[in-house]
């Protein structure tokens, strides 16, 4: 299906949401999950090879293992690296967060906003990939008609899938 507007994309959402077949509300929460996970393998494997304690890596082994299982939920239909792609997303989007929170709270605003907009770009990238709005034959057509004239206007493609992103996904749904 070619999505047309930002308005066809919402109500294709909404109706999904109404058919209770996605609650994008929690899928966001898990995705959060999935990046802590992520960085739990990492610290893992980096306290494995500081420490010289392989037991470590089991620990390692059983969070990839849960991560795995809850990735499951939102990477659906995967084809091709669309797995890895999404998991590199999300730990990209996950650890930028976290060195643009060490340059806040270092009083560098400017460069902290550069790695906040730089991570929510490659979040909005896992949802679009994940979301469908990208398939294997290419992109499908996004153009600015998309965007409320209200919206600032996006750079890029990367730009209008955050926008879209902004507009379909509320973690404050309960």
Same mark, same amino acid.
């Given at each position: 299906?070619t999505?047309?507007?930002?308005?066809?994309?919402?109500?294709?959402?909404?109706?999904?949401?109404k058919?209770?077949?996605?609650?994008l509300?929690?899928?966001q929460?898990?995705?959060?999950?999935?990046?802590n996970?992520?960085s739990?393998?990492?610290?893992?494997?980096f306290?494995a090879?500081k420490t010289?304690k392989?037991?470590?890596?089991?620990l390692?082994?059983q969070?990839r293992?849960?991560?795995?299982?809850l990735?499951?939920k939102?990477?659906?239909?995967y084809e091709?690296e669309v797995w890895c792609v999404s998991?590199h997303?999300?730990?990209a989007?996950?650890?930028l967060?976290?060195?643009?929170?060490k340059?806040?709270?270092?009083n560098?605003k400017?460069?902290?906003?550069?790695l906040?907009?730089?991570a929510f770009? !490659?979040?909005s990238? +896992?949802? =679009? /990939?994940?979301?469908g709005? #990208? $398939?294997?034959?290419?992109?499908k057509?996004?153009?600015d008609?998309?965007?409320?004239?209200?919206d600032?206007?996006?750079t890029g !493609?990367?730009?209008k +899938?955050? =926008? /879209?992103v902004?507009?379909? #996904? $509320?973690?404050?749904i309960?």
């Amino acid at each position: 299906m070619t999505i047309k507007n930002y308005q066809a994309l919402a109500e294709q959402i909404n109706n999904l949401k109404k058919q209770d077949k996605m609650d994008l509300s929690s899928d966001q929460d898990l995705s959060i999950a999935i990046m802590n996970l992520i960085s739990l393998e990492e610290h893992f494997f980096f306290t494995a090879e500081k420490t010289g304690k392989p037991s470590y890596l089991d620990l390692l082994n059983q969070t990839r293992q849960i991560r795995k299982d809850l990735l499951k939920k939102i990477v659906k239909d995967y084809e091709g690296e669309v797995w890895c792609v999404s998991k590199h997303l999300l730990a990209a989007s996950m650890r930028l967060m976290e060195v643009g929170t060490k340059q806040l709270g270092q009083n560098k605003k400017s460069e902290a906003e550069d790695l906040f907009k730089k991570a929510f770009d !490659l979040y909005s990238l +896992f949802w =679009a /990939v994940n979301l469908g709005m #990208i $398939d294997t034959t290419g992109l499908k057509k996004l153009d600015d008609g998309m965007l409320n004239k209200r919206d600032e206007q996006p750079t890029g !493609l990367m730009g209008k +899938f955050s =926008a /879209v992103v902004k507009k379909v #996904i $509320d973690c404050c749904i309960e």
